[in-house]
């Protein structure tokens, strides 16, 4: 199967922090119940904390397995699946502004403009749990959540990375959480 997430380009339309995002989607059926799965994409988000203004933006693979848990009827096709994924993201960050956290008549809190920092990189592994539905003849409609864990990060010298393309948002634990909704269609190499 080869597809696109829509969730993406849904997410950039309502929400004004992300600016763009893509991702293609693919999976291959290895045995039964066992498929090999892999996501390529690209993302560009701005995040706004209390203090600063930053952009993160780059590209990102993810490779793993998928497990069906579903028995299908027939000639059905459909999956309840459990699934695991490396991921690895590549990227640079632009802190756009700040605002040094004291305003008094000596140090006024004006925002300060800052460059960017490029060749950032994070590692990760995530589980993921989803579904993929048959809805027309060869074409699938899935939802997955995942679970992502920090495995390393290149950060800058003088500032924390808050987002990473493929893993979203960082939380101070080093976890995040993912969402995608996909539309794939079945390529028929050959019958079951």
Do not use: C
């Not at 848990?69 to 459909?78: G, P």
């Not at 993201?89 to 460059?115: H, M, R």
């Not at 579904?131 to 010298?157: D, G, H, I, R, W």
């Not at 979203?168 to 079951?192: D, V």
């Amino acid at each position: 199967r080869l597809g696109i997430d829509i969730s993406k380009p849904i997410k950039a339309a309502i929400d004004r922090s992300y600016n763009s995002g893509f991702e293609i989607v693919g999976d291959y059926r290895i045995s039964k119940r066992f498929y090999i799965a892999a996501e390529l994409g690209f993302e560009d988000e701005t995040s706004q904390e209390d203090y600063t203004n930053s952009t993160a933006k780059g590209n990102y693979i993810r490779l793993g397995i998928n497990y069906n848990a579903y028995e299908n009827w027939l000639d059905m096709n459909n999956e309840i699946f459990v699934g695991y994924r490396y991921g690895f993201s590549s990227f640079e960050q632009k802190l756009n502004n700040y605002t040094p956290n004291v305003s008094n008549t000596y140090f006024p809190a004006d925002n300060v403009l800052v460059n960017s920092t490029s060749d950032l990189n994070v590692h990760w592994s995530e589980i993921m749990v989803g579904f993929k539905v048959e809805t027309f003849k060869n074409l699938f409609a899935s939802v997955s959540l995942s679970y992502k864990v920090l495995m390393s990060v290149k950060e800058p010298n003088d500032f924390k990375t808050l987002y990473a393309p493929g893993f979203n948002r960082i939380f101070e634990s080093g976890t995040g959480f993912g969402f995608n909704y996909t539309i794939s269609y079945l390529i028929p190499f050959k019958k079951k």
